[in-house]
């Protein structure tokens, strides 16, 4: 699916601006998008949604800021189960803000219901398809058989043919 430069290149330029060698690099991209809104009230999201379903940029730009926080929670989740497996915070980050780019270019009404589900679906398949192409088999499915358990994400094989993992 091809999206709209403006509103895409947004999102995956915000981890350019963190420096690979800082020490922490969470807390710099936390920085980063400190100044990002928070999650949006569920009358401004629905909103949002109805907008975005018709392919307005802004309301895009705004629902992909607003859930940076969630990308950042689901890659965090992430980095600590593939601590010894040499991925860096930084690549899940961008996998995600990948997938939380997908999510909006495939928002719906009938996922508007249910939208954080989709874009955490999205956010974890996306991470997942960087994954497999890192880790190990058997580790990928460590990691998979425990992310989905904890996050208890009954139809995630919607997400994970979007992406063709």
């Avoid at 890192?134 to 094989?157: C, G, Q, W």
Wanted: net charge negative; with cysteine; glycine share 2%.
């Amino acid at each position: 699916m091809k999206h709209d430069v403006s509103w895409t290149e947004v999102i995956r330029n915000l981890t350019k601006d963190v420096p690979r060698d800082c020490p922490d690099p969470a807390i710099a991209y936390l920085e980063i998008i400190r100044d990002k809104p928070f999650p949006v009230s569920v009358k401004e999201e629905e909103l949002l949604i109805q907008r975005a379903i018709e392919n307005e940029i802004t309301s895009k730009i705004v629902l992909a800021e607003s859930n940076l926080r969630n990308v950042v929670s689901t890659a965090k989740w992430f980095f600590n189960e593939c601590e010894s497996e040499n991925v860096t915070f930084l690549e899940l980050i961008d996998a995600g803000n990948l997938g939380l780019i997908e999510a909006l270019g495939n928002v719906t009404q009938s996922v508007a219901t249910q939208f954080q589900k989709h874009i955490t679906e999205y956010v974890s398949a996306s991470i997942i398809q960087m994954l497999a192409k890192l880790l190990t088999a058997d580790s990928l499915k460590r990691v998979e058989n425990s992310f989905f358990a904890t996050r208890h994400i009954d139809d995630m094989p919607r997400a994970r043919k979007a992406f063709a993992i």
